[in-house]
């Protein structure tokens, strides 16, 4: 409850900080988010490839772990057979 009412109170404060008449810091803010978006963009971007790489790999090893039950089944079904 405590970290909740904190976050609210840093969301006022924050607010009330780029409003024109208390401190006037808009054309500081939008100056930082002009040069963070590019920033932004990169790190996203290489997060979305780093996950995407991830996936490929599970994917891969996914197909493997198929592979690997599938010949398992077949070695005991020709067991099974051959005991019959």
């Not at 009412?5 to 988010?33: E, Q």
């Not at 002009?34 to 790489?53: D, H, N, Q, Y």
């Not at 994917?59 to 398992?72: L, M, T």
Request: overall charge negative; charged content about 30%.
């Amino acid at each position: 409850m405590t970290a909740l009412l904190v976050g609210i109170g840093l969301i006022i404060i924050s607010v009330l900080m780029v409003l024109p008449g208390v401190l006037g810091w808009w054309n500081d803010v939008l100056a930082f988010l002009r040069g963070a978006i590019p920033v932004f963009a990169v790190l996203i971007g290489a997060l979305a490839v780093f996950i995407g790489i991830a996936d490929i790999k599970d994917k891969i090893e996914e197909k493997k772990e198929e592979e690997k039950s599938k010949n398992a089944e077949n070695e005991q079904e020709t067991k099974e057979e051959k005991k019959d």
